[in-house]
């Protein structure tokens, strides 16, 4: 059974930092995409923030400037550095992959999106 597990979060001041971690664990292939979402109170979750397995990362216009996505291929890893952070970043942030079971020749790839059980940041004001 393919896991991911968070960890990073916690309660900060306006402005300041936290770094999120993600890794995946389990049996499977390679991961492709990693992400992290967040659904703040009240709200739907949202998009963060992506890094693709080459490395290509695309933020929501919310986090821009403020907040960086790296991979860790060895480790299988994907983490979140958060700084200049606002009451509005308070969430549960929940890691996203897009992970390959195993792959045969007549099927290609056996793909399986995989969350994270998510962790939380809240930030005060």
């Known amino acids: 059974q393919v896991q991911l597990v968070e960890s990073g979060g916690g309660l900060v001041q306006a402005g300041g930092s936290l770094r999120l971690s993600c890794a995946a664990s389990?049996?499977?292939?390679?991961?492709?995409?990693m992400g992290w979402y967040r659904q703040g109170p009240g709200k739907q979750r949202e998009l963060v923030a992506t890094?693709?397995?080459?490395?290509?990362?695309y933020y929501a216009d919310s986090v821009k400037g403020r907040f960086t996505i790296s991979r860790d291929y060895s480790t299988n890893a994907v983490h979140l550095q958060m700084v200049s952070l606002k009451p509005e970043d308070t969430a549960v942030y929940y890691c996203?992959?897009?992970?390959?079971?195993?792959?045969?020749?007549?099927?290609?790839?056996?793909?399986?999106?995989?969350w994270g059980q998510g962790t939380l940041v809240t930030v005060s004001s």
């Open positions: 389990g049996r499977f292939l390679s991961v492709n995409g």
């Open positions: 890094i693709t397995s080459d490395g290509s990362t």
């Open positions: 996203n992959a897009d992970i390959v079971l195993y792959t045969t020749i007549e099927m290609g790839d056996t793909k399986r999106e995989v």
